[in-house]
């Protein structure tokens, strides 16, 4: 270690170090510096069951490192997990069905309130950017109607059953219906019914009627070229996944082109944080991100940096905008989310309510498939595993599994299948 302070850090961090005492389930017998992190479970721990029976029932726990997300998805499927969801695909949920009994195991999915969508930045261009905005383009990302036709067009239905294996929501960015937040049907399947003719009506009625020969329509600001849109995304989305050319498709054939620009991770964050992106896709929008703006990164990246830096945790690099007064609708959010943060977590449901609604109807995100179990809910685990819930909190914020009660997994007979 370089000094005292390295060391004492180290020496009090219960995840690198066996010696820090503490009074969770488990304590660590070996560091996470090494291809095993293990803990057994600790005698000090305060949680008794029903029976008085000292919690956690599971004696040791192991957990193994891996580089390889594809040689980890396969040790799954052979068995070799008691308990997994981290980094399990839920692309794969077929072919782990395939195999539950030759593995011995059983799949459980855990929906969590996240919905993948697309984010047309409503700030495009807002404060001072690094690349000069297309003023056409500035024109129409903001404009509710065009993206109400937009929204119209995507053949959701089509995105669930490809992407998802139909076990998605058709939905706008809220809470699902489990939560005591959800806003109700009306909010939630806003503007999601499959319509091309519709979508082909409204953006005829914007003046978008003129297209070119392959039947793409052209900018209005008499150049005679085709109007086209960036849609950025993770370089790092596997295809299995990625809604990118399906959402292309959808478009195109109400006569809007849409060129595909993926991005590494960080390469993203940082054009995101300087307001350039068009259009982005997010695999992860929070229901939870209308209602605190701190959060609005992709829809409206200018505005939210500003309420950042308003709220006192500005990041460096970050380009921010004040909205003006004359946008009435999204001061009501700013007062909205500054009422929140004030408000205990049950006190909050008409203010969410109110957020969710507007939200839908300015469609700052375009929500396309929510409450899937694609993101850490996608469970493999063994049948002599025992305890685990069909439905728990699939929330990052909640460190599941934790959220389903670890301390009360057990195993059947004792033993694992190794016999441990």
């Known amino acids: 270690f370089e000094n005292w302070e390295t060391f004492f850090k180290n020496k009090i961090d219960v995840h690198k170090t066996t010696e820090s005492p503490n009074v969770g389930a488990w304590i660590v017998t070996q560091d996470n510096t090494g291809d095993v992190w293990a803990f057994e479970r600790n005698p000090y721990y305060y949680a008794v069951d029903p029976a008085g029976n000292q919690l956690p029932y599971i004696d040791k726990i192991e957990l193994r490192l891996y580089s390889d997300g594809e040689v980890h998805n396969l040790r799954a499927i052979a068995g070799e997990y008691d308990f997994n969801h981290r980094g399990i695909a839920f692309s794969k949920l077929p072919v782990f069905k395939e195999n539950e009994a030759k593995g011995n195991y059983r799949m459980i999915l855990w929906p969590g309130d996240a919905t993948l969508a697309a984010s047309f930045n409503y700030t495009y261009g807002m ?54 937040h959800y806003p109700g049907a009306e909010i939630e399947k806003k503007y999601t019914k499959y319509d091309t003719a519709l979508a082909n009506q409204w953006l005829d009625e914007l003046g978008l009627d003129k297209k070119d020969s392959s039947g793409f329509r052209l900018r209005t600001d008499g150049s005679g070229d085709r109007l086209t849109f960036e849609m950025a995304f993770s370089s790092g989305w596997t295809p299995t996944n990625n809604p990118a050319e399906l959402l292309k498709e959808d478009w195109a054939a109400v006569g809007i082109d849409v060129k595909l620009k993926p991005e590494e991770g960080s390469l993203s964050t940082e054009r995101r944080g300087g307001n350039v992106h068009q259009i982005n896709l997010d695999g992860d929008v929070n229901a939870r991100e209308p209602t ?78 929510g409450h899937t179990a694609s993101a850490n809910g996608t469970i493999v685990v063994k049948n002599n595993f025992r305890n685990v819930p069909d ?9 599941n599994p934790g959220s389903g009660r670890t301390a009360q997994f057990f195993f059947k007979g004792g033993l694992n299948d190794a016999g441990y």
């Open 127 to 180: 404060g001072d950017v690094k690349e000069t905005p297309d003023p056409e383009i500035a024109k129409w990302l903001p404009n509710k109607k065009f993206k109400q036709a937009m929204s119209v067009a995507i053949n959701r239905p089509k995105i669930n059953e490809i992407l998802y294996f139909g076990t998605g929501n058709e939905t706008q960015p809220v809470f699902p219906v489990w939560s005591p």
């Open 292 to 369: 605190s703006l701190i959060s609005g990164r992709s829809a409206f990246p200018a505005y939210s940096n500003w309420y950042s830096a308003r709220s006192g945790s500005y990041t460096l690099g970050a380009v921010p905008a004040e909205p003006p007064a004359s946008d009435t609708t999204f001061w009501e959010l700013v007062d909205l989310s500054d009422a929140s943060q004030k408000l205990a977590y049950p006190d909050r449901v008409e203010n969410y309510i109110a957020t969710q609604a507007i939200t839908s109807e300015e469609l700052y995100y375009i929500g396309l498939i």
């Open 391 to 399: 439905r728990a909190p699939n929330l990052s914020a909640l460190q």
